[in-house]
């Protein structure tokens, strides 16, 4: 039997989640077909991606760089756009089955509503948009009747977890943390962090911007939201466990005591490859996991003393309403600081607390609210910096 193949549009193709999705569809071309690429900035891996993978339509968002990348793909029949507007329109075409949306931070919130609007499905690479708007999201999504596959490594690994038990209520779930570069590091030894130190993650490659988030454990915090929103969770039923060799990547205790895990090398491939290909399991040739290579799995509480961040995700997640919005703006800011050498590794936190209790609370927002919030506190931490 011919199986139909899956079209797939690609929201941050050039990026680290981008370019790893590519690797999984160029495994299985009899599953995949390349419907949408899109960019920001990177214009020239974006035109080497086009010219292999033929797409229908390509977005470069950086406006200035359309003639560049216009002039290299119009002969080829590839129909260029650029500009946010272009990049929140392209989704909504009727050849899409996926929208694999792999954006940094709250660009990807237009896209990923127009999407589901649209009744396109979403393999979620973008926890800012659930973190942001969480509330939204899920309401659409079951207005719209679509599909949300995470594909962070811990959200997938819950996912997989669940198939099959949508009957057995849920007791706790586990999140596991490598707990970053600076495991174990105490609040001064953390005032003298650089850069460079936070760069270097010991266990996944990844883009700046989550690298960071993952080094201050705000990439934690951001995840324990997206968790409440994507398995209708309380704060009680999540807990973050620091797990320095990231093999179980988290697991699912029930109300009879049983607890079921994920485990597999860090490979960001396998949860995307799942979320393309669910709910099929399909082969492929990534490294295996072996018990007799890690003859010690260890696992510890975070610190929540000396990775603020942390704390201050679960307090604005407990709030609600807008807060969780406020808390990734000022976050995104703060990155953006540290990696420009702006802001001390300590005082990121310490801005973002400060937006969360002078940002006006809105306890029912709507996406004007949402806008108008993710705008306020960063004009707010830009002036705190």
């Given amino acids: 039997m011919e199986i139909k193949k899956k079209h797939i549009a690609i929201l941050g193709s050039t990026g680290s989640i981008g370019t790893q999705t590519l690797e999984v569809i160029d495994a299985h071309p009899e599953r995949f077909v390349v419907e949408v690429l899109t960019a920001n900035n990177n214009s020239d891996l974006l035109i080497k991606q086009a010219k292999k993978y033929n797409p229908n339509f390509v977005v470069i968002t950086n406006e200035d760089k359309y003639t560049e990348v216009n002039n290299e793909l119009f002969d080829l029949g590839i129909k260029v756009f650029s500009g946010q507007k272009s990049l929140e329109g392209v989704v909504e075409n009727e050849n899409i089955d996926i929208v694999l949306t792999a954006l940094v931070g709250y660009s990807g919130l237009k896209p990923t509503i127009n999407a589901i609007k649209s009744g396109k499905n979403i393999a979620?690479?973008?926890?800012?948009?659930?973190?942001?708007?969480?509330?939204?999201?899920?309401?659409?999504?079951?207005?719209?009747g679509v599909q949300i596959y995470p594909v962070d490594s811990e959200?997938?690994?819950i996912f997989q977890c669940l198939v099959g038990e949508s009957y057995n209520p849920i007791e706790k779930i586990y999140l596991t943390a490598s707990g970053g570069p600076f495991r174990g590091w105490d609040k001064d030894k953390l005032s003298t962090v650089t850069k460079e130190q936070a760069l270097k993650h010991p266990?996944?490659?990844m883009g700046a911007k989550i690298t960071i988030d993952s080094a201050s454990m705000m990439n934690k915090g951001l995840e324990v939201i997206e968790a409440k929103w994507l398995f209708d969770l309380k704060k009680e039923q999540i807990e973050v466990v620091v797990h320095p060799q990231s093999i179980i990547h988290s697991a699912v205790q029930y109300t009879d005591g049983s607890?079921?895990?994920q485990l597999g090398v860090p490979d960001m491939k396998l949860p995307i490859q799942y979320a393309l290909g669910f709910p099929e399991?399909?082969?492929?040739?990534?490294?295996?996991?072996?018990?007799?290579?890690?003859?010690?799995l260890t696992f510890e509480k975070?610190?929540?003393?000396s990775f603020k961040n942390l704390q201050l995700a679960f307090k604005s997640m407990e709030k609600g309403g807008n807060s969780p919005c406020v808390l990734n703006a000022a976050n995104e800011i703060m990155v953006n600081a540290f990696l420009n050498d702006r802001v001390g590794f300590l005082t990121m936190s310490d801005i973002i607390e400060n937006c969360m209790e002078k940002i006006t609370f809105v306890k029912n927002p709507k996406l004007e609210d949402y806008i108008n919030t993710d705008r306020e506190t960063r004009i707010l931490a830009n002036e705190l910096l």
């Fill in 203 to 205: 266990n996944w490659e």
């Fill in 124 to 144: 979620l690479a973008n926890k800012e948009t659930l973190v942001v708007a969480g509330d939204l999201i899920t309401n659409l999504c079951h207005q719209y």
């Fill in 302 to 305: 975070p610190n929540l003393e």
């Fill in 155 to 157: 959200h997938s690994a």
């Fill in 281 to 296: 399991r399909l082969d492929n040739n990534f490294k295996r996991f072996s018990f007799f290579d890690y003859p010690e």
């Fill in 259 to 261: 607890v079921i895990a």
